[in-house]
């Protein structure tokens, strides 16, 4: 994913509530795909119940499994890896998604 200095960026996440039911959700950066670690928002069920600033979001309704996360005010040191994990239960069942993230000034 690629935005610009000052803009909203989305970085994509999806999963299948009909099949896996609403589940527990974090964003992290740099995190392991095991756990949330340097969580920037997670929820519990449909509320979010944790986010580090306000510059994070979910773009959408949560019951819909759109998990996208938004990020205003983008700045360079957004650039970087971000991982989607939605819980399911059960030993290595969760769902993990990881994203690229750079962001520019504009300039060519």
Known sequence: VVGL????????CHY???TYGISN???????SWFSCEHTLIAT???????????????????QSGDVSLSIKAAEKAD???YICRIE?????????????????????
């Not at 030993?91 to 300039?107: A, Q």
């Open 25 to 31: 959700v974090c964003w992290g950066r740099d995190q």
């Open 44 to 62: 519990e069920g449909l509320a979010v119940n944790y986010k580090e600033s306000h510059r994070y979001s979910f773009t959408s309704n949560l």
């Open 5 to 12: 200095v000052g803009d909203m960026v989305i970085l994509p």
């Open 79 to 81: 650039t970087g890896f």
């Open 16 to 18: 299948d509530v009909s």
């Open 88 to 108: 399911i239960p059960g030993l290595f069942n969760d769902l993990s998604y990881r994203v690229y993230l750079i962001i520019t000034n504009g300039e060519h």
